[in-house]
Nanobody, 118 residues
């Protein structure tokens, strides 16, 4: 049974930092590309950052490039999102996600709220 549990969200002032974590359980999780998405109120869910299974490639949305860093520790089955220089427009619920390369099934965490006050 695959489970993704996010943590680390909260309230922060503009210009501040937060580090999100996504703890994954279940087999083969470490073999998959992992993503962070976010969804602001009234908006569609958007892809924020992606990291390959071996961390060799990372990609970011233009809106967070040079401010956010995605990383992973496969030994701990955990993916991180370091968010620096936060802006009010970063306010959203952040979700951990992956699509299994074996079953093509999508897995989502429950989300963690990030609120940036200006």
């Amino acid at each position: 049974q695959v489970q993704l549990v996010e943590s680390g969200g909260g309230l922060v002032q503009a210009g501040g930092s937060l580090r999100l974590s996504c703890a994954a359980s279940g087999s083969h999780v470490s073999a998959n590309t992992m993503d962070w998405y976010r969804q602001a109120r009234g908006k569609q869910r958007e892809l924020v950052a992606t990291i390959r299974s071996d961390s060799s490639i990372t990609n970011y949305a233009d809106s967070v490039k040079d401010r956010f860093t995605i990383s992973r520790d496969n030994a701990k089955n955990t993916v991180y999102l370091q968010m620096n220089s936060l802006k009010s427009e970063d306010t959203a619920v952040y979700y951990c996600h992956f699509k299994s390369r074996f079953t093509l099934r999508d897995f989502w965490g429950q989300g963690t709220q990030v609120t940036v006050s200006s």
